[in-house]
């Protein structure tokens, strides 16, 4: 703040600047030469056009300050000095490090650099150009880096090994995502998937920019299941359309089935992001395409995301066909786990058509093969749909159990976005049974973890129950409002759709006419980020009329 105050004529502090001067000092790192770089700037520049700046070049935190010696008056200046004193070697493994953005834990680190790679990496260290954290990773600050990628790109040859070690490396690490995410293993492999996200993002961008189809290929199915687990749908959308448009762009007759694979994982989020015309139209386009040596697992695959996209279009026998044929080809494929996915698709497919002992002898089929593989997640998901089964059938104590059982699993494994599923079921249970303000936290919590995910259909089906939970309450108005957005929106699951137009009739019918549709206006007219927070304010017990404790 010292720097700031000195050097900035007609500087204020005030509460803005302070966020973004602890935005800028941890993109600095807190390194104290570049903060005051950085404030050197601040009389002709705003904060945020410093921030960006630096994000952009190094070169730009150089300053001319009396009272610092010239080898202090530019970082690169500083880096240069410590560049010079370090032996080729070391300078090497320095150009290396820096491509993992993200860092790196020590064994790779070791396996990246090669016989010297303990003195090479002391060496650094003791340079300050390179850290390690408490545990156990090294990491290299974000000017360091580019500095050291300058560097590193005056050889060409060594540039292309580098990058190549490193495209390596998050290709390894993205194929074992993919398949311990079906087995006991998930729990880490999704620690590694979160600590290694920003390593992942970069070799990503690299490869789709040269539609490496190979390294898309052993990336792809890692990459979405990892980002599906952590309820990143936007981003891996975006990162997935940019690789099916540059495989496109550079088509490879070899790799037609690479790009089918990308497509289908493109539908997978579309379907969380209730785009589920898109999501159909990718599937047959993937369909088409589908070959190589995975054939059927990638079939499996496709049919299961078509056959889930029917059952939410309230196409329950259709559904139920895709997922039969995605059935037989998981069998063929030898894949256990898309098995057991095929099974728990069928089960959700018979529920939508109320055949409830079909869904409680197929959901257990899954559950017994995904018990047998340890895949903790999709337990969760099978105990969550088992107790539907239970509450249907009105087993109120049973459904309680298995919905409890599948939120201490998903909250174990921090799929968190997954919770709301069984936190809203919890809450239809608590409306059967008439402990209304029980039922208004869980819909509360459950409706915010969908808008902190943006899980489209999910949140249209979490206000219709609200809204059929304000039917117990003297808020008929407020239940019109809510079910505005799912009577419009293409997001909207038909079951529920169907549902609050039903609801809607009713409440037509018991409320004045003028009051209704004033009412149905103000829900249609709100955007859904609007509708969404109006019901997260609503769904909090004191805000509902007439309400009382259980």
């Known amino acids: 703040m010292r720097a700031w ?126 850290q390690r954290s408490a545990d156990g990773r090294y990491g290299m600050h974000v000017l360091v880096a580019q500095f050291a990628n300058e560097h590193l790109n005056h050889d060409p040859a060594e540039a292309a090994a580098a990058r190549a070690a490193h495209t390596d490396y998050v290709g390894r690490l993205l194929t074992a995502t993919a398949a311990r995410l079906g087995g006991a293993e998930q729990a880490e492999a999704l620690a590694a ?84 015309d898109e999501g159909i139209a990718l599937l047959r386009r993937a369909l088409r395409l589908s070959g190589g040596p995975q054939v059927h697992h990638d079939r499996a695959r496709i049919l299961g995301v078509l056959g889930r996209i029917m059952e939410r279009r309230g196409r329950f026998q259709s559904a139920i066909r895709l997922h039969r044929q995605s059935l037989d080809c998981a069998r063929a494929a030898g894949n256990s786990p898309a098995e057991a996915n095929a099974y728990h698709n069928l089960a959700s497919a018979y529920e939508g058509l109320m055949e409830y002992a079909e869904v409680r002898r197929l959901v257990q089929n899954s559950l017994r093969l995904r018990r047998a593989n340890g895949d903790l997640r999709g337990v969760a998901l099978s105990l969550n749909l088992l107790g539907i089964a239970a509450e249907m059938q009105s087993a109120y104590d049973e459904a309680r159990m298995h919905y409890q059982e599948s939120l201490a699993l998903m ?100 409320m004045p006419a003028e009051q209704f549709r004033a009412a149905l206006i103000r829900g249609q007219a709100r955007s859904l980020s609007e509708a969404v927070a109006f019901a997260i304010k609503l769904s909090r017990r004191s805000a509902l009329p007439g309400m009382h404790p259980d």
Request: hydrophobic share 50%; net charge negative; charged share 20%.
């Open 411 to 510: 909250g174990g494994l921090g799929n968190h976005w997954e919770r709301a599923l069984p936190l809203s079921n919890l809450g239809d249970v608590c409306v059967t049974l008439g402990e209304l303000a029980a039922a208004c936290v869980y819909y509360a919590e459950a409706l915010e973890l969908a808008q902190h995910y943006w899980s489209v259909p999910n949140m249209l089906m979490f206000m219709v129950k609200l809204a059929q939970l304000l039917q117990h309450t003297t808020a008929n108005a407020a239940a019109v409002e809510l079910i505005g957005p799912a009577l419009i929106h293409p997001g909207a699951d038909a079951v529920f759709r169907e549902q609050a137009r039903r609801l809607l009739g009713a409440l037509g019918d018991s």
């Open 193 to 276: 998937f979160d600590r290694e996200i920003v390593n992942i993002r970069t070799a990503w961008d690299r490869v789709v920019a040269a539609a490496d189809w190979p390294a898309l290929e052993r990336m792809c199915e890692g990459l979405a299941m990892g980002m599906d687990a952590r309820g990143r749908f936007e981003e891996a959308l975006d990162c997935l359309q940019r690789a099916a448009a540059a495989l496109a762009a550079h088509p490879a007759p070899e790799a037609g089935f690479v790009l089918s694979r990308v497509l289908a994982a493109r539908a997978g989020q579309c379907e969380r992001l209730g785009r589920y």
């Open 5 to 130: 105050l000195h050097v900035g004529a007609g500087f204020r502090l005030d509460a803005h600047n302070i966020g973004l001067i602890g935005r800028l000092c941890r993109l600095l790192d807190g390194s104290p030469l570049a903060i005051e770089l950085a404030a050197s700037w601040v009389r002709r520049l705003t904060i945020d056009e410093i921030v960006q700046a630096i994000a952009a070049n190094p070169d730009f935190l150089a300053a001319d300050l009396p009272d610092l010696p010239a080898r202090h008056h530019s970082m690169r200046a500083v880096f240069e000095q410590s560049w010079e004193l370090l032996e080729p070697e070391e300078q090497r493994a320095m150009c290396r490090l820096s491509l993992f953005r993200g860092g790196l834990d020590a064994p790779t680190a070791h396996e990246l650099l090669g016989d010297h790679s303990f003195a090479e990496l002391a060496a650094l260290q003791d340079a300050s150009l390179l």
